[in-house]
């Protein structure tokens, strides 16, 4: 009779510790976009209530997503190093420095890729024929000076203009603006910004305006496709909420696989969740150019590390940049 006490407590133990376990998990998501087209899946998630469908699914119970919207990966990476955020959308820059930075304490790594959407240079002065046209007096919009995507690939095409010595010839002139915001002054004419290096659909729309016209795009300088964005976590987020994590990346599959099946159905969930007063057709119609892929495959992150590592934005690249910089689901 002992005996059988002794296993009847253990059992019961340990399916306290089961159940334990599973209430540890947060019962509160925090993810974060930015402005634009290339985080329609995020707001597929957010209007169809995906998260909170996987997480009941898993067992979870109720969960509350908390969705916010950031101007650029810099502000992205203070709030998941400071943990008041959980899943960031980060263009491979923003990765690549926070990866860096964290590496041996808060580990943040890309969880899965995002999407594939071209990046372009647009410019309204008709001067301006290359990059070597650009003055003192100009300004070069993008969301985050030094660290966003574009101002990465900024550096990439002065490297091949300028030679590898002058990466940053054009940085000084560089000014850090949401899209939003960026587009409405090159909308009015006005000012000293002169071009805008933006993403979909505000780029786009820039250049239905007579006399605004691209430069070039991130294809054109990298020489293929390239992932726009990431998503990215921190290791010990993941290790602490496993199955929370498994059901934002299933989620986030649904959103992706609802996107690519019926692209009508997602204009009009990005329409609804913007601010954007387009019409549904010209969304569609942006979701269909050349170039752009909603998938949750990672295109191009090898590039951007080794030209961070010659430039010596990144001090300590790693030797396997998908094993180490990447979590295993990642694609």
């Known amino acids: 009779m002992p005996h059988l006490r002794l296993k009847a407590f253990v059992a019961c133990a340990a399916l306290v510790v089961t159940s334990v376990?599973?209430?540890?998990?947060?019962?509160?998501?925090?993810?974060?976009?930015?402005?634009g087209l290339g985080y329609l899946q995020l707001m597929v998630m957010e209007d169809q209530k995906l998260i909170e469908k996987h997480t009941t699914d898993a067992g979870l119970g109720d969960v509350t997503v908390d969705w916010g919207t950031?101007?650029?990966?810099?502000?992205m990476n203070d709030a998941l190093i400071s943990r008041n955020l959980d899943f960031a959308c980060l263009g491979l820059p923003g990765l690549i420095t926070i990866w860096s930075k964290t590496r041996g304490n808060y580990d943040v790594r890309a969880a899965t890729g995002l999407n594939v959407l071209p990046l372009i240079l647009n410019v309204r002065d008709p001067a301006i024929g290359s990059l070597k046209d650009f003055k003192e007096e100009h300004r070069i919009a993008l969301p985050a000076v030094k660290v966003s995507m574009q101002a990465i690939i900024l550096q990439m095409a002065a490297a091949k203009e300028f030679g590898e010595a002058n990466f940053q010839k054009l940085d000084p002139l560089t000014v850090s603006l949401a899209h939003p915001d960026a587009t409405s002054m090159m909308l009015s004419g006005r000012g000293e910004v002169v071009a805008n290096f933006s993403s979909s659909p505000f780029q786009y729309r820039q250049q239905k305006q007579a006399g605004i016209r691209p430069l070039f795009s991130s294809e054109d300088v990298l020489g293929g496709a390239v992932s726009f964005n990431v998503i990215a976590t921190t290791a010990k987020f993941r290790e602490e909420n496993p199955k929370l994590y498994k059901s934002f990346l299933s989620a986030l599959q649904e959103a992706t696989d609802f996107i690519n099946k019926d692209k009508s159905a997602a204009a009009e969930i990005y329409l609804k969740l913007s601010?954007?007063?387009?019409?549904?057709?010209?969304?569609?119609?942006?979701?269909?150019?050349?170039?752009?892929?909603?998938?949750?495959?990672?295109?191009?992150?090898?590039?951007?590390?080794?030209?961070?590592?010659?430039?010596?934005?990144?001090?300590?690249?790693?030797?396997?940049?998908?094993?180490?910089?990447?979590?295993?689901?990642?694609?």
């Open 21 to 35: 376990s599973a209430l540890a998990e947060a019962s509160k998501l925090r993810v974060a976009k930015q402005y």
């Open 70 to 75: 950031f101007r650029s990966s810099d502000v």
């Open 275 to 331: 601010t954007d007063k387009s019409p549904k057709e010209e969304i569609v119609e942006l979701m269909s150019k050349p170039g752009v892929r909603f998938t949750t495959e990672l295109f191009g992150l090898d590039k951007f590390v080794a030209f961070m590592a010659k430039t010596g934005s990144l001090r300590n690249p790693p030797k396997d940049w998908r094993a180490e910089m990447t979590f295993p689901d990642a694609k």
